[in-house]
């Protein structure tokens, strides 16, 4: 899915109204009958809405929709600040709502001596799209106060103070869930700004399909056309070769569940041949835990000698250690080495020792750095929004791909092409879980996926199987052993999505 500007989105919705039969009012209509049918179908205990209207068409929803929510039953209060100069969909909207007299019309300063109940949903339809600076004065108190409530608070479009492109200063409202049209916007995927937006709801309102089409963005969310859109069925007419060769590459003493870990995903990603190069320490450790994994001694303690089949896809990294000897012999091996590569952790680390290693990263490569990783590679940045402006000079620069591993982790690519991920939860934040990424990542390369799919691919899929892997065991007990063994259900899932129905 495209992520477009604020000002890209307006305009689709212009685009729309003048090239459909569809009038500005009959969009916002439309806008919050989406909104409507989803809080009916998923608003089972609670009757009562708060509804904060603004004065331009974010506002104008929030009337329709209080309109639509008092016919179906519910109570319905609005706040707002009648003396505001409406947009004229924003007025219409308003005085239907001023026609019913069931529902009670509220100035904003009312809002402190209102009893907010227990079972009162607070309805934030204030600004969307169209804010332009930070809140102050009055919708500023009113946005911090709202915050105060301990009620379940709904954001129409974006969460009040939000800008939908950049990271901002103001007061923000702090939504439990988001219903946002059409779109992702691409402050919800940034850790600074998408906190605010609690679960987003992306509500389809049916705008313009040659606009989205036509128009370009450099951002685009990983969703199921995308997915469906790389992954290939395997063939019945194959053998072990067809699936590839991977070669995992790391452990250490002590650090040997990476490796293994690693290598299980390799493995139940479904590479035809992989191999672990580990040290010798770990030859029974993996042997006994990977028996369908073939082991490649690559020192005593730790590895020193990085003797790879040209054939193969390396994964590097996973519990490598950082001894000089290991930095020598992948130092040594990477001079002397032209394919694309998955780099990760220590492997990262060791390049980190020195800017002038980072042109030793043969091209096409992919590199996976959690943040920390990133900043010791290509230094601070003020917040995460400047991180992606860097990672993508960084990837142009050095021609790689960089997988800036987060809550949505983006796949940055050589082209400046940024794409975020949804799928994945809290529950992967442990320890070997990204040991786990490395191993999907390399069998995918290895499964004759392009550097662009595996990665995308790779990342959707360990985020998928660590939504099944919680559903079983919960975002807190789960392991990263438990994500590896829901592999076999995500492929199922996708292998049903993609293939042909008779
Ligand atoms: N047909 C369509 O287009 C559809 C649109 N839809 C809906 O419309 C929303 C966009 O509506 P919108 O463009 O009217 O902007 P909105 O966010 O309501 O606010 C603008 C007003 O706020 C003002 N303002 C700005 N910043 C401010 C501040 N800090 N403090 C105070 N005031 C501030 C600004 O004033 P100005 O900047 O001009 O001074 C202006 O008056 C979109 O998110 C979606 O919900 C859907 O119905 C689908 C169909
Ligand atoms: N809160 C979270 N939400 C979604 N994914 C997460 C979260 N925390 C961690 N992850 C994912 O888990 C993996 C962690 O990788 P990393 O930090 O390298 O772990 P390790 O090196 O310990 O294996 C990454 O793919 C990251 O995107
Ligand atoms: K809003």
Not at 85 to 100: C, G, L, M, T, W
Not at 298 to 304: A, W
Not at 385 to 414: C, G, M, N
Request: glycine content about 8%.
């Amino acid at each position: 899915m495209k992520i477009f500007t604020a000002e890209q989105i307006r305009d689709c919705d212009q685009y729309t109204i003048k090239n459909e039969p569809v009038s500005s009012m009959q969009l916002m209509e439309r806008a919050a009958e989406a909104c409507v049918e989803w809080i009916s179908e998923n608003c089972n205990h609670h009757r009562n809405f708060a509804i904060f209207c603004g004065s331009g068409n974010n506002g104008g929803d929030g009337f329709a929709i209080a309109r639509m929510l008092y016919q179906k039953g519910f109570d319905v209060d609005v706040f707002t600040n009648m003396k505001a100069k409406f947009s004229p969909d924003a007025q219409e909207n308003f005085r239907h709502v001023k026609e019913i007299t069931g529902i009670s019309v509220r100035e904003f300063k009312e809002t402190s001596g209102y009893r907010f109940d227990s079972r009162t949903v607070i309805i934030d339809a204030l600004f969307g799209t169209g804010l332009s600076r930070s809140l102050d004065g009055e919708m500023k108190d009113l946005v911090e106060f709202l915050n105060l409530q301990k009620n379940i608070k709904i954001s129409i479009d974006l969460p009040s103070g939000l800008m939908a492109d950049t990271i901002s200063d103001s007061e923000i409202f702090m939504a439990d869930y988001t219903l946002t049209f059409q779109f992702w916007k691409k402050s919800f995927l940034h850790a600074e700004t998408g906190k605010f937006t609690g679960k987003v709801q992306v509500l389809d309102i049916h705008l313009n399909q040659d606009y989205i089409e036509e128009n370009e963005t450099r951002d685009f969310v990983i969703d199921d056309e995308v997915i469906k859109s790389i992954f290939k069925i395997r063939s019945e007419f194959s053998h072990k070769g067809t699936y590839g060769k991977v070669n995992i590459i790391g452990g250490s003493y002590g650090k040997m569940g990476a490796a293994v870990l690693s290598t299980r995903a390799a493995l139940k990603a479904g590479a035809g041949l992989t191999f672990t190069i580990a040290p010798k320490c770990g030859y029974e450790i993996l042997q006994t835990s990977d028996p369908e994994a073939m082991f490649i001694e690559g020192g005593k303690d730790f590895i020193e000698s990085f003797h790879i089949d040209e054939t193969a896809v390396c994964g590097i990294g996973p519990g490598l250690g950082t001894h000089e000897k290991t930095a020598e012999g992948f130092l040594k091996f990477l001079k002397s080495y032209s394919k694309p590569l998955i780099l990760d952790a220590d492997a990262l680390n060791i390049i980190a020792q020195n800017p002038h290693h980072l042109n030793l990263i043969p091209e096409k490569s992919i590199i996976t750095p959690h943040p920390k990783e990133f900043e010791r590679l290509f230094g601070k940045t003020e917040n995460s929004f400047q991180r992606t402006v860097l990672a993508k000079d960084k990837s142009r620069e050095l021609k790689i791909y960089i997988v800036l591993k987060d809550h949505h982790t983006q796949i940055i690519t050589p082209e400046g092409m940024v794409f975020y991920n949804i799928t994945g939860n809290s529950g992967l934040a442990k320890g070997g879980s990204g040991d786990i990424l490395t191993g999907i990542v390399t069998s995918f390369l290895a499964q004759q996926y392009t550097e662009q799919e595996a990665a995308i691919l790779g990342v959707w899929f360990h985020g998928r199987a660590a939504e099944y892997a919680s559903e079983k065991h919960s975002k807190e007990s789960m392991l990263p052993s438990d994500v590896i063994n829901e592999f076999g259900n995500v492929f199922s899932v996708l292998n049903d999505k993609v293939r042909k129905l008779l």
